[in-house]
């Protein structure tokens, strides 16, 4: 019964990760850059959410919504101010080097305006848990909304990029930039729409982690983001169903890891096994394999 | 007399040690007019680290062309190797000959980790490689941390659990998982620092304009062309893959005899002192061997220099580093650059007044 308990569990922590891996994805498949400041967005999200049920009291559904629309607002500054600017430099790495840099201001004004103490969340959900098999196996209400909102995001972000005009834009930019543009897609644009839809997942991601684990420090977000990063890569990066199966067996690893070889060793493991995937599948479980053209 | 001919390389390189050992004649009058405060005299030695890191990491990134995350993972080896070796053999030699065997230990056995990580992970390109590269810096750091060594009259024990299961006999614990190494002795000073970073200088340049490091740049600027007129690409990828390495270890000796606790914190050898170096290396020009230098110094002093300014500094710091790569990268801003420089401005007064 404890290795169900610890599979649901993985599953739990593994749909947050997707939810923060398609921001990742969807981003890199777009813009082509790694966004470092991803996982500080989650800690804004955490933030916002908490400031926004403690002290100004509204209620938990409001301090969602509410989270998701401050984040996504700063995923369109900091893409306009930051990145956009930097979108044709010489190097790639410019851009990688600028976003490193908006992770540190991010951290630091965190830091500067609610003070590096430990902030305790109060849960969002208010689903009760489940009780299976007599009393052996407990859901929690937080692992039921977590998998739920997984797959809800998962099947709208689909529909949304195969059904819609802005999503197929979205395929075309991904795919060929410069033709897109010729073909009147409005590139710049849907970059940051891109941007928006990352930042607005990475706040509902906050929430569901904060629920689950509720300390909030300024450097909440930077764990996580690492490891969405790593499942996004896992999945092959750039593709959305990849992210969902990336952050979900990323979950599991780690939760079984801890319960059953060591829990000081668990991002070891996390991390050994993403070496090895590489290594046999390099573009990840799900990626395109490009030829290279000469 | 004939007047000595130098090329043009050549003495740009000379301007580089020109460089350190001005800067280090400056810092030693100063140190000897006793115009530096004790919090500066503790960064001389990191400063030495970090250039050391920064000049490389530039070897993979600015060379060879490819992201490494992983960089502190290779300190971390040479800091954790050297400082065992020199605690298990202190006061069995002679400080300068322990401190010469604990450089080439750390720098031997990170070289040797280069080449465990290179062979595998060169086959990966671009982001890919950083992602594993980053990986293995957070997997050494995490080993560490549940390293236990201990030695006693029976020999050495060793459990990755805790210090109880090394089921000592007496004896000391020499690496104690999360808590280190401590009592490494302190043989760390700003000269040999200096004359490290010297030597590093010698190597990096000097590869660089040899025959291999021409083949190297090669590599970065058209792969496919390069391998179709015979450059073996695997040999000279880990050839700088695993020079880099083994210079990284040797900044990790000194890190480690300059503290007298070594321990592996996210801080120190975590992924985000990866990317502090990537940041010197890009912020003083990506390829630029000098540059590199520079930016480690002026950023490692910065937030010290903005300590007055306590709270807001790491905010002024980030505030810093994206208006500088916004000026330095952006086109827009390069062309504004261009329209308003100095020099463009004068021409065009010269020319006006010659139209006249």
Known sequence: MSFISYLINGISLGSVYAIIALGYTMVYGIAKMLNFAHGDIIMVGGYAAFISMNSLGVNPILAVILSVVICTILGLVIERVAYRPLRNASSPLAVLITAIGVSYLLQNLALLMFGADTKSFTSVVTVPAVVLAGGKLTISGETIVTVLACMIIMIGLTLFINKTKAGQAMLAVSEDRGAAQLMGINVNGTIALTFAIGSALAAIAAVLLCSAYPSLTPYTGAMPGIKAFVAAVFGGIGSIPGALIGGILLGIIEILGKAYISSQMADAIVFGVLIVVLLVKPSGLLGKQIQEKV | MKKLKLNKTTKNNLITYGIVILAYIIVEAMLAGGQ?????????????????????????????????????????????????????????????????????????????????????????????????????????????????????????????????????????????????????????????????????????????????????????????????????????????????????????????????????????????????????????????????????????????????????????????????????????????????????????????????
């Not at chain 2, 997997?139 to 000592?168: E, T």
């Not at chain 2, 890009?282 to 230098?293: D, F, N, P």
């Open chain 2, 36 to 356: 530096i405060s004790s919090l500066m005299k503790g960064l001389l030695v990191p400063l030495c680290v970090y250039v050391i890191l920064a000049v490389s990491l530039n070897l993979v990134v600015g060379i060879l062309g490819e992201l490494s995350l992983g960089h502190a993972g290779f300190m971390c080896v040479g800091a954790f190797s050297s400082a065992f070796f020199s605690k298990c053999t202190a006061g069995m030699m002679p400080d300068g000959l322990r401190f010469f065997l604990a450089l080439l230990i750390g720098a031997a056995i990170a070289a040797l980790f280069g080449l465990i990580i290179g062979i595998p992970v060169l086959r990966l390109k671009g982001d890919y490689l950083a992602i594993v590269t980053l990986a293995f810096g957070e997997i050494i750091k995490n080993l560490i941390n549940v390293f236990f060594i201990g030695k006693d009259a029976n020999g050495f024990h060793f459990s990755m659990k805790d210090a109880m299961s090394l089921n000592m006999d007496g004896g000391d614990v020499i690496i104690n998982g999360p808590q280190g190494i401590t009592g490494t002795p302190n043989d760390s000073t700003f000269t040999i620092g200096v004359i490290l970073v010297l030597i590093t200088l010698v190597i990096v340049l000097h590869l660089i304009n040899s025959r291999d490091g021409r083949a190297i740049m090669s590599i970065r600027d058209n792969r496919i062309a390069a391998e179709s007129v015979g450059i073996n690409i695997t040999k000279y990828k880990l050839m700088a893959f695993i020079i880099s390495a083994a210079l990284a270890g040797v900044a990790g000796v000194l890190y480690a005899h300059n503290l007298a606790t070594l321990t592996a914190l996210p801080k120190n050898f975590g992924y985000n002192q990866s990317i502090m170096i990537l940041v010197f290396v890009v912020l003083g020009g990506i390829g630029s061997t000098r540059g590199s230098m520079i930016a480690a110094v002026v950023l490692t002093l910065l937030p010290e220099l903005l300590r007055g300014l306590n709270d807001y500094r790491m905010l002024i710091y980030a505030i810093v580093l994206i208006v500088m790569m916004l000026l330095n990268w952006s086109p827009k801003a390069l062309e504004m650059r261009e329209r308003y420089s100095p020099k463009r401005l004068l021409a065009k007064r010269k020319e006006a007044k010659e139209a006249k």
